[in-house]
């Protein structure tokens, strides 16, 4: 049965990991995101579903923690905030390599380095465009809602058991502070061994060998033609992702005359800006990425076709917006606006923006 | 029906919890809603605001730079936010502490001394359900059974024999609010 219930976004991640029959949480706290860990710890769900819930001694050990469970086919995942999530690229690295699912969440707060508390997307470079060493990609979801925090948990895991890659729940601080009304999903019982080799193969280091080649789990291999050809496998997959996984949300945009483009909270506060801008009788338009990567790279050339100019807003020093001027590719101006450290713009400021890019002079 | 509400005063005088009570009671009246807390560093004696939203629509921005209702617990929080209410709007402060008292002619401001009036009661935490009460007189946006279902969802079972503590201070609230002319 659906419930409705009235939480912050992190606590929602920590209420859908449980629900979907997550297997194992581990992760070290850090702000925003500790509510994560502290609704897990709360909840207790080893005692009814068996999933563990550890606090690691480091970000660095979660992620080995995580390679770990997911080297045996099990459901785990992390979640940390910027800083964290710095520490955690080699193991992510190392995932993709050795073709691992798993899920991460990242509460952005500004940067660089310690940086501050406050939201910020700063590092959606780093998550679209790999982060650690080599040629990946994490397969990226951008939740602008907490009910979307709830419900991407579930897809995320469905897209990186698909791929076998590891995928990103790219949040901020504010979707993972803020309180909205959500709907849980049901219970889902965790996978047994079985059900994991039927759906998804027989690839995890289970222990079973008696009756199977034994599977090997790695990311090092030092012939470099093997490797070539392993690469080449993994590119096969980040466009088949491209193909069929691209996901995106799009509100006035059928007669708009001027683009927003915004993903997470940003997204948000455009929607606002949106309505405001129509009732000055400006015609916007809001394409919300919900997949960072894969990017909805074709729907944005089909609306530079209409529209007359782009504005990317992030939380940022310009970071998106560089995959939406490779997607229109000068078929229309595109700009960028945003707030940086830990400022939130508000949606007055994206109008203003709008018209002194645009529309004055 | 959408009511764009800012609640800031000092951490500690229940800044956060009046937000959530008042977003339960929207959720018990079956409508959206949205409560975004400036969060940080900030404990007892520093800053804290919150953003609630209740509307019968889908919420787009949970930010906001404009609001139809302020309610002000500290001079700092009025100076800051005096000045972002909409034309029209209501102001609702409480006077303890402060000095600068506000002068906007557009708005309709509201004063409820709920610092004395907890004081009366004996009981400093009954502050914010006063203020609460106050704020439900001058805009009945959530019905009382409501906001009193919402206090019960907010509150910890371990709290739930205060409710009564807590009811009588929301009525005490209505009954001093009174219009600034």
């Given at each position: 049965m659906?419930?409705?219930?009235?939480?912050?976004?992190?606590?929602a991640i920590a209420h859908a990991a449980i629900r979907c029959g997550v297997d194992g949480y581990f992760g070290y706290p850090i702000t925003p995101q500790s509510e994560i860990m502290e609704t897990l710890m709360e909840e207790q769900p080893w005692l009814d579903t068996g999933m563990v819930v550890l606090q690691a001694e480091s970000e660095t050990a979660s992620i080995n923690m995580v390679y770990g469970g997911a080297g045996c086919g099990k459901k785990v995942m992390t979640s940390s905030s910027s800083p964290g999530v710095s520490l955690m690229q080699e193991g992510l690295s190392y995932m993709a390599g050795a073709e691992l699912p798993c899920v991460v969440v990242n509460v952005v707060r500004g940067g660089p380095g310690l940086g501050t508390i406050q939201p910020a997307q700063s590092d959606y470079f780093q998550s679209v465009k790999g982060g650690g060493h080599g040629d990946y990609k994490l397969i990226t979801l951008a939740p602008a809602s907490v009910q979307e925090m709830a419900d991407f948990v579930d897809l995320a895991f469905e897209l990186s058991f698909k791929y076998r890659n590891p995928a990103m729940i790219l949040s901020d601080g504010v979707i993972g502070q803020m309180m909205e009304k959500v709907e849980l999903q049901p219970f889902k019982p965790r996978m047994t061994e079985e059900e994991i080799v039927a759906k998804y193969g027989d690839w995890a280091t289970t222990g079973r060998t008696s009756n199977r080649k034994r599977n090997v789990i790695t990311s090092v291999s030092l012939d470099s033609e093997y490797m070539e050809e392993h690469n080449h496998k993994l590119q096969a997959k980040y466009k088949a992702c491209e193909e069929d996984e691209v996901r995106y949300e799009e509100i006035m945009c059928e007669d708009a005359d001027y683009i927003l483009v915004a993903y997470g909270s940003s997204a948000r506060i455009?929607?606002?800006?949106?309505?405001?801008?129509?009732?000055?009788?400006?015609?916007a338009g809001l394409l919300r990425p919900i997949t960072l990567f894969p990017f909805p790279t074709k729907q944005l050339?089909?609306?530079?076709?209409?529209?007359?100019?782009?504005?990317?807003?992030?939380?940022s020093a310009g970071q998106m917006v560089e995959d939406v001027k490779l997607s229109v590719n000068g078929a229309i101006p595109v700009e960028?606006?945003?707030?940086?450290?830990?400022?939130?713009?508000?949606?007055?400021e994206v109008v203003d923006a709008l018209k002194s890019n645009f529309i004055q002079g | 029906m959408k009511e764009e509400i800012i609640i800031a005063g000092f951490g500690g005088q229940g800044v956060l919890s009046m937000g959530k009570i008042l977003a339960y009671s929207g959720v018990m009246q079956d409508m959206e809603v949205s409560w975004m807390p400036s969060y940080g560093p900030e404990m007892r004696g520093g800053t804290a605001n919150v953003t609630v939203i209740l509307s019968d629509d889908r919420i787009s921005s949970p930010i906001l730079h404009e609001y139809d209702t302020a309610i002000i617990l500290n001079q700092q929080s009025l100076n800051k936010f005096e000045k972002e209410i909409k034309p029209g709007g209501i102001l609702l402060y409480d006077g303890n502490g402060i000095q600068n008292h506000p002068t906007r002619k557009d708005i309709r401001i509201y004063r409820i001394d709920a610092a004395a009036e907890a004081a009366k009661m004996q009981s400093a935490k009954t502050f914010n359900m006063i203020v609460l009460g106050a704020y439900l007189k001058v805009q009945p946006i959530v019905k009382m059974e409501n906001v009193l279902k919402g206090l019960k969802s907010s509150l910890p079972e371990r709290h739930h024999h205060l409710i009564p503590l807590n009811e009588k201070a929301i009525n005490r609230g209505e009954e001093i609010v009174y219009e600034v002319k």
């Open positions: 659906k419930e409705l219930k009235l939480m912050k976004g992190n606590e455009c929607q606002k800006a949106v309505e405001i801008a129509r009732e000055q009788g400006i015609k050339q089909k609306l530079a076709q209409s529209a007359k100019a782009m504005l990317s807003v992030e939380m960028h606006y945003g707030r940086i450290g830990g400022i939130i713009p508000s949606p007055g | -």
